[in-house]
C-alpha cells in the first residue's frame, strides 16, 4: 500500500538517493497528503500498532510520527535537505520531477488524484520538512 502510493515520488526524485532510503522519506508525507481520502484506513492502522490518539487525525499524526521517528533511529533523513539535495538543483528539477511522479505507472493507484501542482507540494514538504496540509 504505502510503496505504491510514495513510488512515484521515489523513482523521479532528481537526485541519487537510494530507492528505500527515498521510499523511508516519502512514506510520511504521502500518507499526510492523502489523509483525506484514506483517513479511516490510516487510522485503522495506527489503531492496530497501539498508537495514541482518539480522532482519525490524531492517530495519523502518531502514524506520521512513529515513521519519522523509525527513520530517525535509523540515521536515516527526515528531509530532502537532511539529505543534503541542494535548493538550486532542486528548485531547478522541481517542474519536471513532479510532471514525471504524475505521468509514474504507479500515480493512478494512489488514494485521490494527484496534479503536478500537488506533486510539487509533496516535493517541496518533503524538501523542508514541511506537514502537508492540502
Not at 28 to 44: F, G, T
Not at 94 to 111: F, G, H, K
Not at 121 to 131: C, D, E, H, L
Request: net charge negative; aromatic share 6%; proline share 4%.
Amino acid at each position: 500500500m504505502f510503496s505504491i502510493e510514495g513510488e512515484p515520488c521515489t523513482r523521479t526524485n532528481g537526485c541519487t538517493i537510494p530507492h528505500g532510503t527515498a521510499n523511508a522519506l516519502y512514506l510520511p508525507y504521502v500518507i499526510d497528503s492523502n489523509r483525506n481520502a484514506e483517513s479511516s484506513r490510516y487510522a485503522d492502522i495506527a489503531r492496530m500498532l497501539g498508537l495514541n490518539g482518539t480522532t482519525d487525525d490524531e492517530l495519523i499524526d502518531s502514524l506520521t510520527d512513529l515513521l519519522r521517528g523509525i527513520n530517525k533511529s535509523l540515521n536515516l533523513p527526515l528531509t530532502l535537505k537532511e539529505f543534503v539535495v541542494k535548493k538550486t538543483g532542486f528548485e531547478k528539477h522541481l517542474n519536471q520531477m513532479a510532471a514525471r511522479a504524475v505521468e509514474d505507472p504507479c500515480t493512478p493507484s494512489n488514494s485521490r488524484e494527484v496534479s503536478v501542482e500537488d506533486m510539487k507540494k509533496i516535493y517541496i514538504a518533503a524538501y523542508n520538512g514541511n506537514k502537508i496540509n492540502f
